[in-house]
């Protein structure tokens, strides 16, 4: 056991702490304020204050740990050992130039995104914000890489201590924005997309779509047999976040209560996980989002604990209060629209910490690290480019035995139109991740 002393062993401390040494590192710990017993004990010790103590692992603490509330940051951001890091520390007995504790909490909590900033237009908070693309490390999982570096500080000292073994994990996730392209979108909606193709004379779509209506081919958005393929090929356990809402501007699935729908629901539930996909306006909207969360329940007839947010739309800390309220435990939001990489400078997961209310939540956060939309939408990159981001990120994550969470949606599966060759990248991706 690891005997940490602080002088005060505050909401922030337990947290953070738990998390590097239960969590990343993998050993038992124990807090304590208490500077004699500290002094006496004769087994592993970290000093996480400005204290001397003799035969210890010293960290000079910054003071974000031991404060409450919301204020601004000056981070002062610097290079050591090829790696970004902030919150320096200037004491000659500290073994490491800054506080990775401090730094990994204003990460993980996105302290950042508590404070003022400039939402994009889908009033989200965009990478180009972020502290960790003004600096450039958001593809880097920087608190794994801190909690190695922490490990091997102990190693060093104490040769004899044993951790838990880590392993890297590999989870694929799909949503399910729009179940067919052409199928089951009901009379109204279907006439009306023909009239609009016909006003642009798109007379290849207004065919498309009646090869798939009179059953000639099938609807190209239907890749959920090649999903299932790669998942016995590879022995995958993915994640399918539905979306449940009511049609408007940003929400376009088919309707809840078709059978056809619902059927597709509940074999997605046989070979993998289901949760709901809140839709643009539950983003902020209880009523809308329990009302969802109760329909895919009904659907499935079992209780719901997953989701992922329709848009990516996080909002602190609103959004995961009204996950936490309607008895949501995981969440698979956590990672950008507009850039790959780590948002929250992690790819384990982690509970969600109110910094509100100062307390630490049940609500587990799954970060991903890559959406195929991101690549293809929003950076405007070719499958080759892709591909070779997609590895690097790999590569990350490998190096620190973590879980890389993929994002996918069965649309880009498709193989046609601008998601050609798409699909040949996804497998590429996969058999990277289990090679």
């Known amino acids: 056991m690891i005997l940490i002393y602080t002088q005060r062993i505050t909401k922030r401390v337990s947290y953070i702490f738990k998390l590097y040494f239960e969590h990343l590192i993998g050993i038992p710990y124990e807090l304590t304020s208490n500077g004699e017993a500290f002094d006496a004990y004769e087994g592993p010790k970290l000093n996480y204050s400005t204290r001397q103590f003799k035969d210890s692992v010293q960290f000079h603490p910054a003071e974000l740990l031991f404060k409450t509330g919301i204020e601004g940051q000056e981070l002062n951001v610097f290079t050591h050992n090829g790696l970004k890091a902030f919150y320096p ?3 000659q007995k500290a073994v490491l130039p800054f506080d990775p504790f401090a730094a990994a909490f204003y990460l993980v909590t996105r302290y950042e995104e508590y404070l003022p900033y400039r939402k994009d237009k889908f009033g989200r908070f965009d990478a180009f914000e972020s502290i960790s693309v003004k600096y450039d490390f958001l593809q880097k999982p920087l608190v794994n890489i801190w909690s190695q ?3 091997q500080l102990f190693l060093e000292k104490y040769p004899d201590l044993k951790f838990k073994k880590r392993y890297f994990r590999f989870i694929p996730t799909y949503d399910i924005d729009s179940a067919y392209a052409y199928r089951c979108k009901g009379t109204v909606r279907t006439v009306a997309a023909t009239i609009r193709d016909m006003l642009k004379f798109d007379f290849y779509e207004i065919y498309e779509r009646a090869k798939v209506i009179f059953g000639r081919q099938p609807d190209p958005f239907d890749t959920y047999d090649f999903q299932l393929a790669l998942q016995k090929e590879f022995s995958l356990h993915p994640v399918y976040f539905v ?6 501007q940003f929400d376009k699935n088919l309707p809840v209560g078709n059978t056809h729908f619902q059927h597709l629901i509940k074999s ?5 996980d289901v949760g709901v996909h809140p839709s643009f306006e539950a983003n902020t909207s209880f009523q809308r989002l329990s009302a969802e969360v109760s329909r895919l329940s009904s659907i499935l ?12 739309r996080v909002n602190f800390p609103i959004t995961y209060r009204n996950l936490i309220q309607a008895d949501i435990t995981n969440d698979y939001t956590m990672g950008y629209a ?3 990489g780590f948002r929250a400078g992690i790819c384990d997961t982690y509970n969600f910490y109110d910094l509100d209310l100062e307390t630490e939540t049940m609500l587990r956060i799954h970060p991903f690290a890559v959406m ?3 690549l293809r939408d929003y950076m405007l990159k070719e499958i080759p480019d892709s591909l070779q981001i997609i590895k690097q990120l790999i590569d990350e994550v490998k190096a620190v035995n973590g879980t890389f969470i993929s994002l996918w ?3 880009s599966l498709c193989n046609q139109k601008r998601w050609e060759g798409w699909q040949a990248l996804y497998v590429d991706l996969i058999r990277y991740a289990m090679g």
Do not use: C, W
Request: proline share 3%.
């Open 243 to 248: 979306l449940m809402a009511d049609y408007g």
């Open 372 to 374: 195929d939309g991101t």
């Open 301 to 312: 007839n079992r209780e719901i604990t997953r989701s992922r947010q329709h848009f990516l």
């Open 338 to 340: 507009s850039l790959p």
């Open 268 to 272: 997605l539930a046989d070979y993998g």
């Open 149 to 151: 570096q922490i490990k």
């Open 89 to 91: 520390v200037h004491q």
């Open 409 to 411: 949606h069965n649309e």
